[in-house]
């Protein structure tokens, strides 16, 4: 969707069903692990321009047990690493766009169980998120502003809210 909008573009999209920030995860995988990816990532995809990033849903399944707090910690994790990455490098920083995911909506579908007590935290990042994005100075978007998760599994977003989402970041790429 995005790339039919921004055709002066050449999107790449890295999305894994499943990712974390920086944890292993002990039932999917350790391949599911946002920061041991996103080296190999940053490698192959090099020059990059524009980095969106939208991580930390998955940090909220039950098995990781961590705040929202330790998850914008996380975040602020990545983001040094992309820093870091292109300072070494000695490349150019692309510019970093920090997306905090929409707040999740427990009790619905085959997914419940496994993000229980996720709901409450999820409604918390977007104060974690403003914080880093201001600390990095990126541009940021609330995603909750913008899109809902499905009713059928509370996770998700319908076809309907992948397009506003689409068409909000194309707004941001834009306007940078």
């Known amino acids: 969707m995005l790339q039919n909008s921004l055709k002066q573009y050449h999107i790449i999209e890295e999305g894994l069903p ?16 946002g920061l041991t990816y996103l080296r190999p990532c940053l490698e192959s995809h090099t020059p990059i321009d524009i980095f969106v ?20 910690y996380s975040i602020n994790q990545l983001i040094s690493e992309i820093k870091t990455y292109h300072l070494k490098s000695n490349q150019n920083c692309p510019k970093i766009i920090l997306l905090c995911p ?31 994005a201001q600390k990095h100075h990126l541009t940021y978007l609330d995603i909750g502003s913008v899109v809902t998760v499905s009713e059928i599994d509370g996770i998700h977003y319908d ?13 941001l790429i834009e306007n940078l």
């Open 53 to 72: 990033l939208m991580l930390g849903t998955n940090d909220l399944k039950t098995r990781f047990s961590v705040t929202a707090a330790d998850i914008s």
């Open 159 to 171: 076809l309907k809210e992948q397009v506003k989402l689409a068409h909000s970041i194309q707004k």
């Open 102 to 132: 929409s707040p999740i909506k427990e009790n619905r579908g085959d997914l419940s169980n496994i993000f229980a007590g996720g709901e409450e935290k999820s409604k918390l990042l977007n104060h974690y998120y403003q914080k880093i």
């Open 18 to 33: 499943g990712r974390t920030t920086v944890h292993d995860d002990p039932i999917e995988g350790k391949h599911k692990n």
